[in-house]
């Protein structure tokens, strides 16, 4: 598979471990790339600008997402977190705690099955469920176009936050804007401290990082101190707010971002 | 494992520009600050691209190095973590310069036959 080449200046690429291809008896029929120098253009073959972004066309239509939600008023949260980490469980006191003040909206993201998706029905939130599943392959994260045809199943003009419940993983959704106003994570204080630096993408997007399960620091080695040093290190800008969703400590203070966050607009 | 989407993207902006054009190479380039697991995007690539019009089109990857610029000192720190501070004098007031690159940059398309 891929191969790295180092260059002096300082720059790294891989190289497509094509040229084994040859050793497989295979024939192409055309002269293959088996350079290593990015700038090298084989014989034949004419380099084309692109420059565009991977993302673009994703970015694109968040953008249309956004400008939808602005439009109608809805303040949205892209909120994000390991599978466990407690995002519907949280989601359930935030729905009854908020529920006089603000009308919610909740955008439901499941690899496969519509348990969480349940367990806040009935709450007197809105919500839509995406399960990924039906996009490429079973997705790991919502994209742009996963949330555009979620948000054609809410009432928008009838909702004052939305909040977009992510599929459960550190990595894949920091990496793809949905048209959200602001990203939140939630992180379980059995996760261990150096998650931040391993996961940095996702603790330098989130603007507010609910740290949840607090109440079982009794009963752990979790050095929070630690952890608040990791998130200052990838993200010294971010509100942090511990909570417990069991207890419901801490569940004011989060209401309160998000009601500030739906008032902001 | 968000590589296939990523490849998917790529895929579909490479051949909307290439119109029928045989691609023999697509250059990309990203940051290190991107969570992109390289053997995991060329994997992606070929699977992806496999019994496709870009089938045996090479995936180059130019890998670009995070590096900061404090506001204080002035001094350029190239990151080998995601902290951004300043290596000079750990200051966190610092601007990020490069890193985050996620752009396809170009394509090479064979020339058509006289």
């Known amino acids: 598979m891929g191969r790295f080449h180092a260059h002096a200046d300082g720059t790294m690429h891989t190289h497509d471990g094509h040229d084994g291809h040859d050793d497989h008896g295979h024939d192409h029929g055309q002269d293959r790339d088996v350079g290593d120098h990015g700038g090298y253009v084989e014989t034949g073959a004419t380099r084309v600008n692109v420059l565009q972004g991977i993302l673009a066309e994703n970015d694109r239509i968040a953008a249309d997402n956004r400008a939808d939600l602005v439009a109608a008023g809805v303040r949205t949260v892209n909120l994000m977190s390991s599978p466990g980490a407690g995002k519907t469980t949280l989601l ?3 729905i009854i705690a908020l529920g006089e003040q603000l009308r919610v909206g909740v955008l439901e993201g499941d690899i496969a099955t519509s348990i969480d998706a349940d367990q806040l029905s009935g709450l007197g939130a809105t919500v839509s469920l995406v399960n990924t599943s039906n996009g490429f ?5 919502l994209d742009a176009v996963m949330v555009r045809s979620g948000l054609g199943r809410l009432p928008l003009a009838d909702l ?5 419940e992510n599929v459960g993983n550190l990595v894949c959704p920091a990496e793809f804007d949905v048209g959200e106003a602001a990203k939140a994570m939630i992180y379980a204080v059995t996760e261990g401290e150096e998650k931040p630096l391993k996961y ?3 603790f330098r997007a989130a603007e507010v990082v609910v740290v949840n399960k607090i109440d079982l620091l009794p009963h752990l080695d979790f050095d929070l101190g630690l952890f608040l040093a990791n998130l200052h290190d990838v993200n010294p800008h971010a509100v942090v707010i511990q909570a417990s969703a069991r207890t419901g400590e801490g569940v004011d ?4 971002w998000l ?3 739906a008032q902001a607009r | 494992m968000h590589e296939m989407s990523l490849c998917q993207a790529i895929a579909d902006t490479v051949s909307a520009q290439a119109d029928g054009a045989s691609v023999r190479q697509v250059n990309v380039r990203i940051g290190y600050l991107r969570q992109v697991v390289p053997e995991s995007l060329l994997f992606s690539w070929e699977v992806l691209t496999m019994d496709t019009p870009l089938a045996g089109c090479t995936l180059d990857v130019e890998h670009v190095p995070a590096v900061v610029v404090c506001a204080g000192c002035g001094a350029r720190t190239t990151l080998d973590l995601p902290v951004l501070a300043c290596s000079s004098c750990a200051s966190h007031d610092v601007e990020l310069v490069s890193g985050e690159e996620f752009l396809i940059v170009s394509m090479d398309v064979a020339e058509e036959v006289g």
């Open chain 1, 259 to 261: 009601r500030g966050t």
């Open chain 1, 92 to 94: 359930r006191r935030t």
């Open chain 1, 200 to 202: 940095p993408v996702m």
């Open chain 1, 160 to 164: 004052d936050l939305l909040v977009i």
């Open chain 1, 253 to 256: 203070e989060w209401c309160d």
């Open chain 1, 137 to 141: 392959g079973g997705e790991c994260h």
